[in-house]
């Protein structure tokens, strides 16, 4: 999923921590930044198979195990939150276009967005658009199921944000920041394809 989904779900997590668990503003901070940071790993994409960062190891299940592990071996409760945080991020990416999940080389999850027979013809398909990447952006916002889960997950972390956690109620405005970054992506390739 996009990093904007990823942040609202580290505020929900962060939310909910907080309202049973009493986390502090670090605690609560390092939850979100476990939500999304690993999607940074687009940076070394040129590192991963098909230049995929979704190939790349960080994308996989074992940093959040590993990190849970240590949670759990050392009674530390916010490395437990962040591992959970880490795993559910790969959870959700398995959902869209699937991830390495278990670092094996093989996409796994739900792949709403992508099926088989795409795989076969993605050079073909990805020929039609003059910038490859439009393909991918434009497959993602005109799909249903993406479109509900963003529209949901923004709901709940308002509602979350603004009720369990109403001192760190901020938190949320951060989210536009990520969502305006797609929306310009989205804005400037439709641009660029329509020209
Ligand atoms: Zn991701």
Known sequence: ???????AIGVIIASISHFFLQINLFEFFMIIFCAFIIDFD????????????????????WPGIIVLILGIAIFNLLLILCGITLLIHVVFDTFDWGTNLFYTGKTIGLKLLITSEDMKNMDEILSKYKVAHSFFVFRYYNNKFCKILEILVFILM??????????????????????SVHMYEYKKLKQIENS
Do not use: G
């Open 42 to 61: 687009v940076f070394f994409s040129k590192y991963a198979k098909d230049h995929n960062h979704r190939n790349l190891l960080t994308h996989s299940i």
């Open 158 to 179: 308002i509602l979350l944000n603004l009720f369990l956690a109403s001192e760190f109620w901020y938190f949320f405005i951060i989210y536009f920041f990520f969502l």
């Open 1 to 7: 999923m996009h990093i904007n989904v990823h942040y």
